[in-house]
């Protein structure tokens, strides 16, 4: 006897056949058929995660890390909402995911069932595309349309730019199967492949485009965030032109990449005619941390700015944009740089005065040895240790600018990861343990202040050891990035209400994970435990420090302070 939600049952058929290897799971009953096919597929990892908010978050860092989508399924009502955020971010940072949500049947919507609410459409523009099976299969029609459905659904959550995807899907009762009931996957269940190529420029496209940079003097390279990829930068390196990357742009081992570039541009802000403005701008990647970059390519924008991206939408970042050049940034920087005669011919140029950006970590060096315990001394202290191969994992607010200080060396061959699609603090320990679980056999390291790390301590409440995941958490007792940016500094409201002073610790977290837990609150501390975060286990070090001396480190290692 067929349980009677056999056809739900292939669509896990489906999904592997189409390369998604991976689901988290969050409990519910609506979804059970769902999660009966999946959990029995042979080629599908099930991870089971309560908190569908952190479930989609870690969802999203298996994406991030695999670049093959993943598969989210939960129960009815306000369950799917709570994959909200997450979707927001897939949308913005690229990543494929495939919402499966279970629903009342399409009659008792607005009837005050329980756990029912209006679930189609609700992620709105956030999500690629939405789409819902029938409610009943006892028409082949029917059958051969939730699998031509999901075809389609996968292959647009993963066609670029890649993104979430949403499939509801309607339940009647009864859900769970019975023992005499047949369950098992069909080897002929129909789906449909999607093969794609890649944006090839015609020859006369680039004849201009050779012609115009052959005739350009000054032309800057920039990276938003973007994977590392060794051909991408083996190819930037054949080319003359500076490049400018934020950290988790992943171009710092190129040789033409300028370290710390913000350095320069905040030591020309008082002397601007020291400043040498691109005629071009060739920018490729996604989001850009840098207001100062922003705000001067704004002021002094360039004659032209090319955009490098196969195809979808294109902000117009620095309000100069000119051109959208419709292919990858790998394919066309090899090209470029294969059209060796231009390459020899084209001059390097300095936007501006060559300065030694080394005297920052002179800085550092100094703010370490004289000042009180400090973040931006730890992250120093803490970056300059990563072993090579690490995956860093930066939450927003204060993490995420302490290490675009710092900087990453050439030598360093470490990938950097951080949500900027919508740059929230709400998923980002979440992110870092689905990177972990995707990639078992890579360091993760996630460094993160207290307000993000409370918000989602629920990343950490599922099943799953974590032995290659260290955790540094900032804990200055609130937000402590409230104090540092000119608006709310000062304001009568801001401890109470933009700060948000808060007394809890990460230890019960920590400890309740499985993780070993490493307290520090002084330099010594910090130098003697700092060796562990090296062990074959999970490590969460808590790093307890006072938002004065936060507030007058992070002044202390501004460039304007080096001695130039």
């Excluded at 394919?331 to 390459?343: D, G, N, P, R």
């Excluded at 690490?390 to 030598?411: D, E, I, K």
């Excluded at 307890?544 to 130039?564: C, G, K, L, S, Y």
Aim: charged share 20%.
């Amino acid at each position: 006897m067929r349980y009677s939600h056999y056809p739900i049952i292939n669509i896990a058929a489906v999904c592997a056949r189409l390369g998604v290897t991976r689901a988290v799971i969050s409990p519910g009953s609506r979804n059970a058929p769902l999660t009966i096919a999946f959990a029995r597929h042979p080629d599908i990892q099930c991870y089971s995660v309560s908190d569908e908010r952190a479930a989609a978050f870690i969802a999203l860092g298996m994406a991030q890390q695999s670049g093959a989508p993943v598969a989210l399924i939960c129960t009815s009502g306000s369950a799917g909402l709570n994959y909200a955020p997450a979707v927001a971010e897939a949308f913005f940072s690229r990543a494929p995911l495939l919402l499966l949500t279970a629903d009342r049947p399409p009659e008792w919507i607005d009837q005050a069932d329980g756990q029912t609410i209006r679930q189609r459409d609700m992620y709105g523009k956030h999500c690629k595309a939405a789409y819902e099976i029938p409610a009943d299969y006892s028409h082949p029609d029917s059958v051969w349309a939730i699998y031509r459905t999901m075809s389609e659904a996968i292959h647009t959550a993963t066609a670029f730019p890649p993104g979430a995807v949403h499939v509801n899907m309607p339940f009647r009762e009864p859900f769970y199967p019975k023992p005499e009931h047949e369950i098992a996957f069909d080897e002929d269940v129909k789906i449909f492949s999607e093969e794609r190529g890649s944006m090839q420029l015609s020859e006369a496209s680039w004849c201009s485009i050779v012609e115009k940079l052959s005739k350009t003097e000054k032309i800057l390279l920039v990276a938003g965030q973007n994977r590392m990829e060794k051909p991408l930068i083996e190819a930037l390196n054949r080319l003359p032109f500076p490049l400018f990357g934020d950290i988790f742009s992943n171009i710092h081992t190129a040789t033409n990449a300028v370290f710390r570039y913000e350095a320069g541009l905040q030591l020309t802000e008082n002397n601007l005619a020291e400043w040498q403005p691109p005629d071009l701008l060739i920018t490729f990647g996604q989001s850009v941390l840098s207001k100062a970059l922003k705000n001067r390519l704004r002021k002094f924008p360039p004659q032209e700015h090319w955009h490098i991206q196969e195809s979808g939408s294109v902000p117009d970042v620095f309000q100069s944009l000119t051109r959208i050049i419709r292919t990858s940034p790998l394919l066309f920087f090899q090209t470029l740089a294969e059209k060796s005669a231009f390459v020899q011919k084209a001059t390097a140029w300095q936007p501006f005065p060559p300065v030694d950006m080394h005297k920052g970590d002179r800085q550092f060096e100094e703010l370490w040895q004289t000042a009180a315990l400090n973040e931006p001394a730890v992250v120093y202290r803490l970056m300059q240790v990563l072993p090579q191969g690490t995956t860093l994992h930066l939450a927003n607010s204060m993490a995420v600018r302490y290490a675009q200080a710092v900087g990453l060396q050439r030598w360093q061959a470490v990938e950097v990861f951080c949500n900027r699609g919508t740059s929230g603090i709400d998923g980002c320990v979440s992110t870092a343990v689905g990177h972990a679980l995707a990639s078992p056999d890579k360091l993760h390291v996630l460094l993160v202040g207290d307000i993000a790390f409370m918000y989602d301590r629920n990343a950490l409440w599922h099943n799953y050891a974590l032995p290659n995941l260290r955790i540094v958490v900032l804990n200055n007792g609130g937000g402590g990035i409230f104090r540092m940016i000119d608006g709310p500094r000062g304001l009568a409201e801001t401890d109470e209400y933009f700060v948000t002073r808060q007394a809890l610790s990460a230890r019960s977290a920590a400890e309740d994970a499985g993780f070993t837990y490493l307290y520090v609150n002084n330099k010594e501390r910090f130098a003697e435990l700092l060796p562990q975060l090296s062990a074959d286990s999970a490590v969460l070090m808590e790093v307890v420090t006072q938002q004065t001396d936060n507030e007058q480190a992070w002044q202390f290692i501004q460039p304007r302070n080096w001695q130039v």
